[in-house]
């Protein structure tokens, strides 16, 4: 079965110290691996994938991901938060056909100043 | 247009109507998705185009809902014989080509809400 576990429902974090959001998936086959972004009163955005090739992945914001196949973990990271990054965050897998995406239930992220 | 549009932006209709969403992906992209966020909830998967096609619509909730799309542009979200639990934001996005190439970006639509009384 496809799945995603995102095991913080929040975090909370102080500007200008790093920052992790965590994300476990499982999955049939390779893993295609998405961050999403819901500002408050705005739209969702797509922040990174991981398809193939380099672990570490690059996204917009300073945001990067690391792909950890080990540990099937695909956590979000930024070096020094902003409190602009205050936000919900979605973990996403798609499924081993890759025609179906599974979410993760969200996790609230606070930057506080 | 610059972006994903998608209409009506807010859409209210009593239990046991039928409802259509609609979505204009950007002009060019070939892959078109649906999903909903319930009111303090998660995102839900709905379908996936590639074209005009949809390989996998298991994620639709029920067999009230349906969508297609024509022309490789807009696509249609219908709802039959709506009920409560289908209040929900309907987010709609789209790519260039499809989520599994590495550069491919989606981009949403700000959404339909839709309620049901």
């Known amino acids: 079965a496809q799945s995603v576990a995102q095991p913080e429902d929040q975090v909370n974090v102080a500007e200008g110290n790093p920052l992790t959001v965590k994300c476990t998936y499982s999955?049939?086959?390779?893993?295609?691996l998405f961050w999403y972004v819901q500002y408050p009163n705005r739209g969702l955005q797509f922040l990174l994938k991981?398809?193939?090739?380099?672990?570490l992945v690059k996204g917009s914001y300073g945001f990067e991901a690391e792909f950890n196949k080990s540990q099937t973990s695909f956590h979000l990271k930024k070096p020094s938060a902003l409190v602009s990054d205050s936000a919900l965050y979605f973990c996403a897998v798609m499924g081993y056909n890759f025609n179906k995406f599974y979410f993760g239930s969200g996790t609230k992220l606070n930057v506080k100043p | 247009g610059a972006g994903v549009s998608q209409s009506p932006s807010n859409k209210v209709t009593e239990k046991g109507k039928d409802v259509e969403l609609r979505c204009d992906p950007i002009?060019?992209?070939?892959?078109l998705y649906w999903y909903r966020q319930r009111l303090g909830q998660g995102l839900e998967f709905l379908i996936y185009?590639?074209?005009?096609?949809?390989?996998?619509k298991s994620g639709l909730p029920s067999d009230r809902f349906s969508a297609e799309r024509t022309g490789e542009s807009v696509s249609t979200l219908t709802i039959q014989r709506t009920q409560q639990e289908d209040s929900a934001v309907y987010l709609c996005?789209?790519?260039?080509?499809?989520?599994?190439?590495?550069?491919?970006?989606?981009?949403f639509g700000p959404g339909t809400r839709l309620t049901v009384l």
């Open positions: 185009f590639q074209g005009n096609s949809a390989p996998d």
């Open positions: 991981y398809i193939t090739g380099d672990n």
């Open positions: 002009s060019g992209h070939t892959a």
């Open positions: 996005a789209s790519s260039i080509v499809a989520p599994t190439t590495d550069t491919d970006t989606q981009y």
């Open positions: 999955v049939s086959g390779n893993p295609y």
